[in-house]
């Protein structure tokens, strides 16, 4: 009763970070157990309601300290169907590493993300493709190809692509 409207704003910001960082933690815990188990990681294919996931970590913008300078848009195709079968967490934390690392080397301008349908060159079974599009520094053409490498992190001061 005595909270701010700024306060409930931050104390939901705070709570979709732990929702993600919980879900992440567990997820690592998850696959670490399996691949020291010499199991493959399943996913947990649910329900996805992509305009609620990309609200979830539109919510978690501010609590990830990114510039107020930086327009962050996200847009679902009409394309697709409002609900997908996927591995929800999977697909949150795939987003938001994208995101937080598109908004970590933009410092003016913007950071797209749009989620469409898959196009004939993606793999067979795959029905969606999530890009995003910032304004910030690049890549240089050499580290392009080791952007899906485990554990490569480009150039200090370079974007990831």
Avoid: W
Wanted: hydrophobic residues 35%; proline residues 6%.
């Amino acid at each position: 009763e005595g909270i701010s409207s700024d306060s409930h704003h931050a104390i939901a910001h705070a709570k979709a970070a732990c929702g993600v960082l919980r879900s992440t933690v567990a997820q690592a815990i998850e696959v670490r157990s399996s691949v020291s188990s010499g199991i493959k990681p399943t996913p947990r294919h649910t329900e996805t309601d992509l305009s609620q996931l990309f609200a979830t970590i539109d919510s978690m913008i501010p609590a990830l300290s990114i510039s107020k300078a930086i327009k962050v848009l996200f847009h679902v195709s009409p394309e697709l169907p409002q609900h997908i079968l996927s591995d929800r967490g999977f697909l949150m934390q795939m987003c938001l590493n994208l995101v937080s690392n598109s908004c970590k080397y933009t410092t003016e301008g913007s950071v797209t993300t749009r989620a469409l349908p898959a196009t004939a060159s993606d793999k067979p079974d795959r029905v969606l493709r999530v890009e995003v599009q910032d304004t910030g520094v690049g890549m240089r053409p050499e580290s392009t190809a080791k952007l899906f490498e485990p554990f490569y992190l480009a150039q200090q001061g370079q974007g990831t692509g």
